[in-house]
């Protein structure tokens, strides 16, 4: 019985990048001992035929805490906001879970082993979108020079979804939690935290966004005990493009000591010409080499 089990979700339109992640995990031989485990929001039925050879479980999303239908408005994928926070009530019999948003892919084991190293004893293993070469952490709309509108991700949620001043002010300069890679054991105390957040969350604020502010409170706020792992583990490129590798044929961080990419996460996307990466998998960036030459080079998994 496998222990371990890293889990995603995708809808029939983000497919392609579910079936690059799955295959990007099944490339490393160590993956033989870890589960891959599936929340449909909305997949083609010879969609999931495919992805059924390939992983162990697969099973509908639901809308584990109830939301307004015109918040909703057909967008099944919008599940994965809720989905994501009751994982051991999908998958019950696994002891370390590992999430990975479809639009991300391994690069490097490596990263997947610290991910289930960082959530023992209960903690959340997760990364901080904040390192070397982030120029713009937070913005803010200055008045008169002096007086600021505080504009950051963490602030701007917070006080939609109206969870009160005095919390909002806790997590407005706080670095941002991407919850799209994440870990857990599975009687962590993460989970209730998370979902008693997400509860409030949800009220008044966007269903997209709700999660991620629901595990900044958990942590800024809750103080639960987490494991904040290096960038590399959970790399947004539209945040900061990474190099590459020529002589190891691998992505890597743009700053010494260039660490290897663990995990390519395209959150946001890569926008060319209104052309997003995601679902052009032609389109291609310039990135620099470690030797110092421009590449065209797509992010996405190419096995």
Not at 34 to 51: M, T
Not at 214 to 227: F, G, H, P, R
Not at 250 to 257: A, I, M, N, R, S
Not at 288 to 295: A, H, Q, R, T, V
Request: aromatic share 12%.
């Amino acid at each position: 019985m496998k222990k371990n089990v890293i889990v995603s979700l995708a809808d029939a339109n983000y497919y392609p990048l579910l079936d690059e992640l799955v295959d990007s995990i099944k490339q490393f031989e160590q993956s033989e001992n870890v589960a891959i485990c599936i929340l449909d929001a909305g997949l083609e039925k010879k969609q999931k035929e495919a992805l059924s050879k390939k992983v162990d479980e697969i099973k509908q999303a639901e809308w584990d805490i109830e939301v307004p239908g015109y918040k909703v408005k057909n967008k099944e994928w919008l599940k994965s906001q809720v989905s994501r926070a009751f994982l051991p009530r999908y998958f019950p019999n696994y002891h370390k879970y590992l999430w990975i948003d479809c639009d991300a892919w391994v690069n490097s084991w490596q990263s997947v082993e610290l991910y289930f190293k960082a959530c023992e004893n209960g903690k959340l293993g997760i990364t901080q979108t904040v390192g070397p070469g982030y120029k713009v952490t937070s913005k803010v709309i200055w008045l008169l020079g002096k007086l600021a509108i505080i504009k950051s991700q963490n602030f701007k949620h917070a006080v939609k979804s109206k969870i009160g001043y005095s919390k909002a002010r806790k997590l407005a300069f706080a670095p941002h939690i991407n919850i799209g890679v994440f870990s857990l054991e599975a009687d962590s105390p993460g989970w209730s935290s998370w979902q008693k957040n997400l509860i409030q969350t949800l009220k008044s604020g966007n269903i997209f966004g709700s999660e991620g502010l629901a595990i900044n409170m958990s942590v800024y706020i809750d103080n639960l005990k987490t494991e904040f792992l290096p960038l590399h583990c959970n790399w947004i490129t539209s945040n900061l493009l990474p190099k590459f590798d020529e002589k190891n044929n691998t992505f890597v961080e743009p700053y010494l000591p260039n660490y290897e990419i663990g995990i390519m996460h395209l959150a946001a996307g890569i926008w060319r010409d209104g052309k997003d990466m995601r679902t052009n998998k032609d389109l291609k960036v310039q990135i620099e080499s470690l030797e110092g030459k421009f590449l065209e080079k797509s992010l996405r998994y190419n096995n």
